[in-house]
């Protein structure tokens, strides 16, 4: 009974730890200029893939490096698949998701927030291939997904000299 007690009592531990770890509130907004483009050509549904893998970037370096951050406002203001997305390819016939690529990228601004609400830093990262010969192999957002680490390890950077 005694070891039963003492395994639940770990497991509850680690439920609260895990729960806090991931506490962090991650709000993203995108740019009208990007809104617009998932809308009529990329594809709603799309955002959520991005926004998935942003926020798992961002809590992977948040609980990596330590960092005691309450909040983060992000906004996309740029992004660019490196193939065509299914929206694309969808209202495109003739259009191959795969053998089409082009430079893709993202432009991420953030402002973290400590536990009391204060401004902790503002961080901007931009990063977009330099050749398409880097697209070929990726998947449709690739290179968007190395702006979200880049951005991450921007931020964490910001926050640790601030």
Request: glycine share 6%; aromatic share 6%; proline share 2%.
């Amino acid at each position: 009974m005694r070891h039963f007690l003492m395994s639940l009592m770990g497991a509850t531990l680690i439920g609260l730890a895990s729960q806090s770890a991931s506490a962090q509130e991650i709000q993203i907004r995108y740019s009208d200029d990007v809104l617009e483009e998932f809308s009529e050509t990329y594809g709603d549904r799309e955002k959520e893939v991005l926004e998935k893998a942003l926020r798992e970037r961002l809590i992977k370096t948040i609980e990596k490096d330590g960092l005691n951050i309450s909040r983060i406002d992000l906004l996309i203001e740029d992004i660019s698949p490196n193939h065509p997305t299914f929206e694309q390819v969808s209202n495109t016939p003739g259009l191959d998701q795969f053998r089409s690529v082009s430079i893709g990228g993202a432009k991420l601004i953030g402002t973290s927030y400590d536990l009391n609400g204060e401004i902790i830093t503002e961080s901007e990262s931009r990063l977009f291939s330099s050749s398409i010969r880097d697209a070929r192999h990726g998947s449709t957002w690739s290179d968007a997904k190395r702006a979200f680490t880049a951005f991450s390890r921007r931020l964490s950077k910001d926050v640790r000299a601030s």
